[in-house]
């Protein structure tokens, strides 16, 4: 017999966590839109905003300077990853050589960070909602912080589609990562725009850092790696570069995983994620919402 | 109208370009005619700014443009037409009309973007009737006109087109090469590069042929075509095709 309740639970708690995912693989696409590369620095940028916040705190600075702070910061280093790690790789588009670079400039900021702030893990406050604060729905509690970032989520989801279907800047980001040559003859100033999708991306890695740390309560330099791997799973699964994908493809992971942690083992949950990114690969490699490439000559 | 100087493109140790030099007359058709690998794309990629010279200068209405990024030559009036009908193939007709118009006119011409498109599709209803369809969809031939089309709304005084009647049937070619003689009759200068000469000639005012990156031969039409005619040069380069 199946308790409804509990496995209600389940998938509201599956849902909230994958929106968290989603947040990640959002940002992912932005940058993979304008160059086919993803970024393997992005779970990174997230910790070094969620500690870039800890420490703008910790100086004094209240949120809204600490939030501001951040984000500048990471805009910085989003520009300069693009400039170091990806400018002069997709050159040549054929070589994978912009994953060792993106994972190298995320490791290196890992590290950093272990440098500044040490290795163990350090207290995040709350932010806007308390980590007790919650709302019953359906006879659930639902945390209000997760709910936030599940909003966010879906705001961020509207405003990408509506900028990438509706505006003049979104057939431009479109254009450039199908034909940068053909772009630039275009007009479009095909660098600016590879530029600006990085400090766009950052910006989403800054506002992930700010929402994501609260959850879990505390932030050590490895935090941004480990759940960076599970909104990479999110966005295949939801197909890479595809908006609702990266929202649906972060939902099903998040359920999926706490359904397998109910009904099964909790230590299967992230292991669960990873068979679906070897199925995904096999059987979909296009996920549920990505378009086939398409044929360029 | 455009003054190349010497002119010397290198990839790798490939010399794509030696020492190219060539003065083009305003208003008028300009024929770069080669084999394949003369050297004809990069020699219009240069002057669009694609490709960086490893020597050499261009200038452009009395104005060094050599060292001038490509988008900003567009806004100077230079459109190119490249090779291989390129098409955002996975946008609509509308949306690629829409780019090639919008970034290259200065702000304030912006909001004429639908009247300017709008005549594009009066011009050709068959655009107009397919504006929600894929580019990636229309026929070669309808491809070849989008492509032109989005190249003229930024309204260049310098038309480069690079192989326009590659792999287009016969009728359509005679269409693309109207719509060329009926821009020159509007001011426009245009540099066409084809491989069969004899295509070239019809309507072309000056022609260069182009041999492993050098001019081997430069001249105006009535000349080419008696180089074509008298069989004096090899026929690879020119096809026997009457002219
Ligand atoms: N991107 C490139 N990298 C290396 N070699 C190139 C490149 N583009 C063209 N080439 C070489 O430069 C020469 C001229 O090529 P191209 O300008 O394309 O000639 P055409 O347009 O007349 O066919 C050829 O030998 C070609 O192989
Ligand atoms: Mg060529």
Redesign the pocket.
């Known amino acids: 017999m199946i308790d409804f309740q509990f496995m209600l639970e389940l998938i509201f708690m599956g849902i909230c966590v994958g929106s968290v995912y989603s947040l990640i693989a959002h940002g992912f696409n932005i940058t993979f839109w304008t160059t086919k590369v993803v970024n393997f620095a992005h779970g990174p940028f997230l910790m070094f905003c969620s500690m870039l916040i800890l420490m703008f705190l910790s100086i004094g600075f209240p949120w809204i300077v600490a939030i501001l702070l951040e984000m500048f910061s990471i805009s910085i280093i989003g520009v300069i990853l693009e400039r170091v790690s990806v400018r002069p790789l997709v050159k040549s588009p054929t070589s994978m050589g912009w994953i060792v670079a993106t994972l190298g400039v995320g490791l290196f900021l890992q590290a950093l960070a272990t440098k500044i702030w040490g290795a163990q893990a350090l207290a995040f406050p709350a932010f806007i909602f308390e980590s007790t604060d919650y709302v019953p729905i359906l006879g659930i509690s639902m945390s209000l912080q997760y709910l936030l970032v599940l909003g966010t989520g879906l705001g961020i989801m509207l405003i990408m589609e509506l900028v990438m279907k509706k505006t003049i800047w979104g057939k431009a980001m479109k254009a450039v990562s199908f034909d940068p040559d053909l772009a630039s003859v275009m007009g479009i100033k095909s660098k600016s725009v590879v530029t600006i999708s990085f400090i766009l991306s950052a910006l989403l890695a800054g506002v992930a850092g700010l929402l994501i740390a609260p959850i879990y309560g505390n932030v050590a330099p490895d935090f941004g790696m480990n759940i960076m791997v599970l909104g990479f799973v999110a966005a295949v699964l939801g197909g890479m570069g595809s908006s609702k994908g990266a929202l649906i493809g972060g939902m099903t992971l998040g359920v999926i995983e706490k359904l397998v942690g109910g009904y099964i083992s909790t230590s299967a949950e992230h292991g669960v994620a990873f068979a679906i990114l070897i199925l995904i690969l096999a059987i979909k490699p296009e996920g549920l919402f990505g378009i086939k490439a398409v044929q360029k000559v | 109208m455009l003054e190349i100087k010497n002119l010397q493109?290198n990839?790798?140790p490939?010399?794509?370009?030696k020492e190219v030099t060539m003065t083009i007359e305003k208003n008028k058709i300009n024929a770069?005619i080669?084999?394949?690998?003369?050297?004809?794309?990069?020699?219009?990629?240069t002057i669009s700014g694609l490709?960086d010279p490893d020597q050499g200068e261009i200038s452009y209405k009395g104005r060094q443009i050599q060292n001038i990024p490509v988008e900003k030559r567009v806004k100077l009036g230079i459109g190119h037409v490249m090779?291989g009908r390129r098409l955002f193939k996975d946008q609509s007709v509308h949306d690629n009309l829409l780019i090639g118009f919008y970034f290259r006119n200065p702000k304030e011409k912006r909001r004429n973007a639908l009247l300017k498109i709008n005549e594009i599709y009066k011009q050709f209803p068959i655009l107009g009737n397919k504006q929600n369809q894929m580019a990636g969809t229309l026929s070669g031939g309808q491809q070849q006109i989008l492509i032109i089309s989005a190249a003229l709304l930024s309204e260049p005084d310098l038309l480069l087109l690079?192989?326009p009647s590659l792999g287009l049937a016969p009728i359509i070619i005679d269409e693309v090469y109207q719509l060329l003689e009926e821009l020159k009759s509007k001011g426009m200068t245009i540099i066409i590069?084809e491989?069969m000469a004899a295509l070239a000639l019809r309507i072309s005012d000056v022609g260069y042929i182009?041999e492993?990156?050098q001019v081997v031969k430069k001249g105006d039409r009535s000349y080419l075509k008696s180089l074509l005619d008298s069989d004096g040069l090899s026929s690879v380069y020119l096809g026997k095709a009457k002219v």
């Open positions: 493109v990839y790798g490939i010399n794509a370009l770069i080669g084999v394949n690998g003369a050297g004809k794309s990069t020699l219009l990629n490709v090779e690079d192989e590069s491989q182009l492993r990156g």
